[in-house]
């Protein structure tokens, strides 16, 4: 599986964007870029996910590199509530729409206020 | 919005007994994933079922066994407890079908077990 690499920890304050960086290097062409989190006592959450082309929702924005080896999830004006940590993930497309999530390292948001 | 169930929330288990965890899947979603996540540690994957058939398979210990039933309910099953099985279990559901992009997993609470 392709890997990602995050950066361990990232301090923001609260009300100001957050740009979570992610690396996939050897990303492959049928490979989705998927962000999830996890806040403290909770189960990961679905954040945003895209292919090519950048993504907004109402939860983020994701901005993925021309060559698609590095992608950053966009926080606009971060929360307190947005402390978790942040797990970037490749999926295989062209893969069985049931498998597995692989969760790397992420990243541990911390929000000052 | 209706949400994943899982239960029971708590576990508490000797080595070596069995436990059963139970997972409630999103009301029309198909498919059903088991993750483990350890203190400290991210979650792992250790399986999965569409329409109540294994589709994927992680690091699923063999003392392990999953299953999807007709309602699309799944249940992990646990024998011969060890101590490192303490952990978050999480289950998670998606309306997967056989499409690999629209899969967006929307997980549960989680239950956690503690193995003494």
């Known amino acids: 599986d392709a890997k990602t690499t995050q950066p361990n920890s990232m301090e923001s304050n609260e009300e100001e964007p957050v740009h979570l960086p992610c690396n996939h290097s050897t990303i492959s062409g049928t490979d989705y870029i998927h962000w999830y989190r996890q806040l403290p006592s909770q189960g990961p959450e679905y954040v945003i996910h895209g292919l090519t082309s950048n993504v907004n929702n109402r939860m983020a924005s994701l901005a993925i590199a021309e060559d698609r080896k590095s992608s950053t999830l966009i926080l606009h004006r971060a929360t307190l509530r947005d402390a978790a940590v942040y797990y970037c993930?490749?999926?295989?497309?062209?893969?069985?729409?049931?498998?597995?999530?692989?969760f790397g390292k992420g990243t541990h948001l911390i929000i000052q206020p | 919005a209706a949400g994943v169930i899982q239960s029971p929330r708590h576990l508490i288990k000797e080595k070596r007994e069995t436990a059963t965890l139970k997972c409630y899947p999103i009301?029309?979603?198909?498919?059903v994933y088991w993750y483990q996540q350890g203190p400290g540690q991210d979650p792992q994957f250790l399986i999965s079922f569409y329409e109540k058939m294994q589709s994927d398979k992680g690091s699923i210990p063999d003392r392990f066994s999953a299953q999807q039933f007709s309602d699309y309910h799944s249940e992990l099953n646990m024998s011969s407890l060890e101590l490192g099985d303490s952990a978050l279990y999480f289950c998670?559901?998606?309306?997967?079908?056989?499409?690999?992009?629209?899969?967006?997993?929307?997980f549960g609470p989680g239950t956690r077990l503690t193995v003494l």
């Open positions: 993930i490749l999926r295989d497309g062209a893969g069985g729409g049931a498998d597995g999530l692989t």
């Open positions: 009301p029309r979603h198909d498919t």
């Open positions: 998670a559901s998606s309306a997967a079908g056989t499409s690999g992009v629209a899969d967006t997993q929307y």
